[in-house]
C-alpha cells in the first residue's frame, strides 16, 4: 500500500501523523511524508533581496523540520512502515495532488484545519481541495476534540 501523507506542523498535521501510526497496515506499506514550500512573492520584497533569501531560507528550514519530526515520529511508533520524505514546491493543494498522481498513491492523509466558513473561503481549503481532486482514497483526520470544545480551531 502506498500512503501520502502531507503535513505542515499544524496540530491537525500532527494528528494525521498519529492516526498513520496508530493503524495497523498491510506488509510492505510505504509512506511518502510531505510539506509543500511555498516561497515568498519575490515582488513583495523587491527593495531587499537579502531580506528575500533570508525569508526563502528560514521557510525552507521550517518545512524540513515539520517533515524530520513527522518521520522520527513514524520511525518510533510505526516500524513496520516504509518511510521516506519529500519536500514539495508550489500551491500544497495542487503539489499534494500532483505527487499523489505521480507516485500512484493509494490513500492520501492530511489534516482538517477545521476553518470557520468564511475562513474557508478566503483562505481556501486544502483538505477539500484535495478530498475533491484526488486520483485516490482520502483520509481528513481531525484533531482532539478538546480543540473545538474550547471554541478552538487549530484542527
Known amino acids: 500500500m502506498k500512503i501520502l501523507l502531507a503535513v505542515d506542523g499544524s496540530p491537525?498535521?500532527?494528528?494525521?501523523?498519529?492516526?498513520?501510526?496508530?493503524?495497523?497496515?498491510?506488509?510492505?506499506?510505504?509512506?511518502?511524508?510531505?510539506?509543500?514550500?511555498?516561497?515568498?512573492?519575490?515582488?513583495?520584497?523587491?527593495?531587499?533581496p537579502t531580506i528575500f533569501d533570508e525569508l526563502v531560507k528560514q521557510q525552507r528550514s521550517e518545512?524540513?523540520?515539520?517533515?524530520?519530526?513527522a518521520v522520527e515520529t513514524l520511525e518510533q511508533r510505526a516500524p513496520g512502515l516504509r518511510v521516506m520524505s519529500l519536500l514539495l514546491e508550489g500551491l500544497p493543494k495542487d503539489a499534494i495532488l500532483d505527487e499523489a498522481e505521480r507516485w500512484d498513491a493509494d490513500l492520501i492523509v492530511v489534516g482538517s484545519h477545521g476553518?470557520?466558513?468564511?475562513?474557508?473561503?478566503?483562505?481556501?481549503?486544502?483538505s477539500l481541495a484535495v478530498a475533491t481532486g484526488a486520483p485516490c482514497s482520502v483520509q481528513i483526520v481531525r484533531g482532539p476534540v478538546e480543540s473545538a470544545a474550547n471554541g478552538s480551531h487549530d484542527c
Open 12 to 48: 491537525c498535521s500532527n494528528a494525521a501523523v498519529e492516526e498513520v501510526c496508530r493503524r495497523p497496515w498491510p506488509p510492505d506499506t510505504e509512506v511518502h511524508v510531505v510539506t509543500v514550500h511555498r516561497p515568498a512573492e519575490p515582488s513583495l520584497l523587491k527593495s531587499s
Open 63 to 69: 518545512a524540513l523540520g515539520h517533515l524530520t519530526a
Open 115 to 126: 476553518y470557520s466558513p468564511v475562513r474557508r473561503f478566503l483562505l481556501g481549503s486544502v
